[in-house]
């Protein structure tokens, strides 16, 4: 009877155990969210900032408002290759480094959650068809955008060297449509103000965000990895349904950048990222994971070539907002007319 009641206590004491583990973890969760408004709350009545103004610049880079501008019109078509979904990542990426603040693709917003698919000799943005010829729209600097994407080592030189033809066309006067997402066009159903700054702030990358998630550790032994290479995980990612990325502790955000530097080492947001990285993502984790363990995942490439590379899943996972260490503001809107 004695080893009965033993046992019986150390279920309880087991069952309590565990309701405290999860209520904790539950606190910590929603501690985030409220922190988060009860600070928006006090900077609107303390007239720090301005709700509809907030709001409005979150909707711009979200990529739920049309713009306009100036910028750039580039159209592309085939030629003896076909353009590929890397083709239209790095292109992408050239104009966001050269600090293009709207993206689209035949039409499509291109947004932080955006990602590329090839099915066969079809390409899918955001799982919509986009074919041959492909017209790219840039809003920003006309004039820096040109130089950046016609430089001599640009890849546009390179396209033009596999006699694909390319049209560069600067103009005053872009118009880029708003998204298609639905998830991002509806953020704000049913929230008052205050929760609509709050979650369009976590979206856009203005604020932390917890919540499940997988977390990656890289450790480069025999290949180094490119810039293209964090660019696809960023894309396996997306089309995983990541609501949040971040590498090595750099947020990333619509306006990220990664770049090759020398063959040396590698930018994201103009911060040199080293090994070993960690790349965390927070959804769900199982589609995160449907999609990096896939044949042709960038995953299974990295890792495939010697590179060690393993994944941890977490209830919890936090990744911190997008902070500026450079020059360059990736929340910048500044040459978009709402």
């Known amino acids: 009877m004695k080893t009965n009641k033993g046992i019986t206590l150390i279920k309880l004491l087991l069952i309590i155990f565990i309701m405290i583990v999860l209520c904790s973890l539950i606190f910590i969760f929603f501690l985030t969210d409220i922190s988060q408004c009860t600070d928006i709350f006090f900077k609107n009545i303390t007239h720090q900032i301005d709700l509809s103004t907030e709001i409005k610049e979150n909707e711009t880079l979200l990529g739920i408002t049309d713009v306009e501008g100036e910028g ?23 104009l966001k480094n050269a600090g293009s603040q709207a993206i689209s693709i035949n039409e499509q917003r291109i947004t932080n959650s955006t990602y590329l698919y090839c099915d ?38 390179i396209l033009k060297k596999d006699e694909i033809e390319v049209n560069i066309d600067k103009s005053d006067d872009i118009k880029i449509c708003k998204t298609k997402n639905n998830k991002l066009i509806n953020y704000a159903n049913g929230k008052n103000r205050i929760e609509q700054l709050r979650v369009s702030n976590q979206l856009v990358g203005k604020s932390d965000v917890r919540g499940k998630g997988i977390e990656i550790i890289i450790n480069e032994n025999k290949s180094k990895l490119s810039a293209l290479a964090f660019l696809q995980i960023i894309n396996d990612l997306n ?32 911060i040199p990222i080293k ?20 044949n042709n995942s960038q995953y299974n490439k990295i890792k495939s070539k010697g590179n060690q590379i393993e994944t941890y899943e977490y209830i919890n996972l936090e990744i911190g907002k997008y902070i500026q260490k450079r020059d360059k503001n990736k929340m910048d809107i500044s040459y978009l007319v709402k």
């Open 275 to 294: 090994s070993p990285f960690v790349i965390k993502a927070i959804g769900n984790v199982k589609d995160l994971e449907t999609v990096l363990y896939s």
């Open 239 to 270: 089309c995983g349904g990541a609501k949040a990325i971040s590498i090595n502790g750099n947020r990333v955000v619509n306006a990220t950048d990664v770049m090759d530097i020398s063959n040396t080492y590698v930018l994201l947001n103009s």
């Open 72 to 94: 750039l019109i580039i159209k592309i078509l085939d030629g003896k290759d076909m353009i590929h979904q890397e083709d239209l990542i790095i292109m992408i990426d050239e």
């Open 120 to 157: 066969g000799s079809v390409i899918l943005l955001d799982g919509e068809k986009i074919g041959n010829p492909f017209t790219i729209k840039a809003i920003g600097n006309k004039e820096t955008l040109y130089g950046a994407i016609t430089r001599n080592k640009g890849y546009v030189s």
